[in-house]
């Protein structure tokens, strides 16, 4: 098969051999110095790294999915026996190839939680709702209720991932009641977690109630104002202060002289 950022894939999708490529582009586009260090910053935890850019990440799982596109059994094992290296690259680009893979709602959740107990970091957490949580979610509104329990769970990626998988219900193309509830039960994940002490959470309360202000305005304020209302902790008043950022210049002070009242 033709070259590009992976180089030669052999034509038999075997996927031992297809990781070991992976593997060669990975060190061929991975970057040293100053960037592997502020990656090593900015993802703690993260394993063995290589040090290459999203972008080249995405290209890299977009020349697998082609050579064997319509083999999807094939890519399913090349994706699985990419994520068992266990390092940032090899999880990251088997996640974007599981994203194209073609699946139901209910494949895709069972396989998000059957990964997400392998899950050190942030970056890998949020691409795995991205490619396989938060996108089931955005094809059935059901799994709703077990991101609730998640919320719950003594792992904060688990915790993590129940708040991150709700901001691809951008995605979805539901009936307005439908949406609404689904935002309404998004919100009430974000109050369980506002006084978390992880702040990978409380980063994650943040993003998530921004998307919510972004998909259904006059919900996400009224949801704010009453947060300001009820006396939040020292905790949850920072994480409130920083999501009212996306509110309009009038609600935020609104809000903020709410919040400083208390």
């Keep these: 098969m033709g070259e590009g950022y992976v180089g030669e894939l052999p034509q038999d999708p075997d996927p031992a051999h297809v990781v070991d490529a992976l593997t060669e582009a990975f060190r061929r586009h991975g970057e040293q110095g100053d960037y592997l260090e502020g990656m090593r910053m900015a993802v703690p935890g993260v394993g063995e790294l290589y040090g290459v850019r999203v972008p080249t990440l995405r290209a890299i799982a977009w020349e697998v999915v082609r050579a064997y596109r319509g083999a999807w059994d094939s890519l399913r094992s090349i994706a699985l026996a990419s994520w068992v290296r266990g390092g940032r690259e090899h999880q990251v680009v088997a996640l974007f190839v599981l994203e194209k893979v073609k699946m139901g709602p209910r494949e895709r959740w069972t396989l998000g939680v059957r990964l997400l107990p392998d899950v050190n970091n942030w970056e890998t957490c949020d691409q795995l709702c991205a490619a396989l949580l938060g996108e089931a ?40 009641d439908v949406a609404l509830q689904l935002d309404r039960r998004t919100l009430a994940i974000c109050a369980a977690l506002l006084d978390d002490g992880e702040k990978y959470i409380r980063k994650a309360v943040d ?8 998909r259904r305005y006059d919900l996400g304020k009224e949801w704010m104002l009453a947060q300001a209302a009820a006396e939040p902790s020292r905790t949850a008043r920072t994480t409130l202060k920083l999501a009212s950022k996306k509110l309009m210049e009038a609600d935020q002070a609104m809000f903020l002289q709410m919040l400083e009242s208390r």
């Design 137 to 176: 979610l955005a094809r059935d509104p059901r799994f709703m209720d077990e991101l609730e329990r998640m919320a719950k769970d003594e792992s904060f990626w688990v915790r993590r991932a129940a708040l991150v998988a709700p901001i691809y219900l951008r995605r979805a193309k539901y009936a307005d």
């Design 207 to 214: 993003w998530s109630i921004r998307e919510v202000i972004k």
